[in-house]
């Protein structure tokens, strides 16, 4: 089975070398995209989901940027919403091109922003217990472009983010009705790391090849 | 169910290379076209609840791909659960139409979006006014859809829609899913 799958996958790549007698992904390529993004594994056993967008500026064949904006919300086990945002850039290597397929490592640079609120109800309003944070974070990976046009990719990236800023003071409780989530707004935080892995997918269009 | 599904298959290829006819010259493929629409859309939720939206959208064509933004304005919401007050969404995003030279032109694509959304279930009390307080949010959401189009005159097309769309309303109070399987149905105009 693994032997067919393998043979599968191998006439795949090789089909788009053989049919594709183009060239994606030159220097001078800009694209815009619109990307959505799943955040797993972070401080908190809960996926996130969110939205953004990204520009690429092409600098060689080989070498692409990308730089991107978005923004995840994370519903923490009905007990309060936790959002991030993320405004950044990465560099994109491409080791080998295979026509319409072209995997690629990512890393890059951003900084973030989260909040955390927690839960209120018709008899307890807890809007003095919002906490949020500003950190710098830090975002390698790998991913790939699969060119559907000449102008036109989907591209799917898992990269690892690692913040580096004031921990947001929030703990989960279990109760004997689910979660509560206490917060500590006015605990003097530490710097502390934290990170997560972003799956994102993204449609991108090239506007203009300027060199 | 096999030869149900055969069937179906059968009629839908013999629908897209005999009855759909090229209308569309290279010319008309290779240039951006315009696509815009207006359709009242159907949504179906959990709890044998259903919602009605005004849906509108704007695209530009160009062989086969369609760049393609969508906006949902929320009427009203009927059923067992109707939990929303408001819930208007935007999505932007592409896709892929596999017969653009054909009259008849199915596509899928996928779209990014944000949801502005009012719980009509979870409010948060207001101390001062002792009055509970539902409050808009905006969420981010995705949707998968598909669909097609049959261009009947120059100017004009058909089209039907089916998309999934998956989301979660969250705000100060109780989150609410915002999954939603939503079809959509109408006349377009192209130029």
Request: aromatic share 18%; charged share 20%.
């Amino acid at each position: 089975m693994l032997y067919k799958k393998s043979v599968f996958f191998y006439l795949f790549l090789m089909s788009n070398l053989a049919f594709s007698q183009k060239n994606y992904a030159e220097k001078g390529n800009i694209e815009l995209g619109l990307r959505t993004t799943t955040s797993v594994f972070g401080h908190d056993p809960y996926n996130g989901l969110g939205i953004g967008g990204q520009t690429r500026v092409q600098i060689t064949d080989y070498l692409n940027t990308e730089w991107f904006a978005d923004w995840i919300t994370i519903d923490l086990a009905g007990a309060g919403t936790r959002e991030n945002s993320h405004i950044g850039w990465s560099v994109l290597f491409y080791p080998k091109k295979m026509g319409k397929f072209i995997p690629y490592a990512i890393a890059g640079h951003c900084f973030d922003y989260a909040r955390v609120t927690p839960l209120s109800t018709p008899y307890l309003n807890r809007t003095n217990d919002v906490i949020s944070r500003w950190s710098s974070a830090v975002q390698m990976g790998l991913g790939s472009h699969y060119y559907l046009t000449d102008k036109f990719n989907l591209t799917f990236s898992a990269q690892y983010m690692m913040h580096l800023g004031k921990q947001l003071q929030y703990e989960l409780v279990e109760s004997t009705n689910g979660y509560y989530l206490e917060t500590f707004p006015e605990l003097k935080a530490d710097e502390r790391l934290e990170s997560h892995l972003l799956l994102t997918l993204s449609l991108n269009y090239k506007i203009a090849d300027l060199w | 169910m096999v030869k149900n599904i055969f069937i179906t298959l059968l009629c839908f290829n013999w629908f897209s290379t005999t009855i759909a006819q090229d209308n569309q010259t290279e010319k008309d493929i290779k240039d951006w076209k315009i696509k815009t629409a207006v359709s009242f859309a159907p949504g179906f939720l959990t709890e044998n609840t259903k919602t009605i939206q005004l849906q509108g959208y704007l695209g530009f064509v160009q062989g086969k791909i369609e760049l393609r933004g969508d906006a949902f304005y929320f009427l009203n919401s009927f059923g067992d659960r109707p939990r929303f007050n408001m819930n208007h969404q935007l999505f932007a995003g592409a896709f892929y139409r596999f017969l653009p030279e054909k009259q008849f032109q199915p596509y899928l694509g996928f779209q990014p979006g944000i949801a502005m959304s009012q719980s009509s279930e979870f409010g948060v009390i207001n101390f001062d006014t002792q009055e509970l307080e539902y409050k808009i949010t905006y969420n981010p959401v995705g949707s998968i859809a598909t669909g097609f189009d049959f261009f009947g005159e120059k100017w004009f097309y058909l089209f039907t829609e089916a998309r999934y769309i998956f989301g979660k309303h969250k705000s100060d109070s109780y989150p609410v899913y915002l999954d939603e399987f939503r079809l959509s149905f109408g006349l377009g105009f192209t130029f």
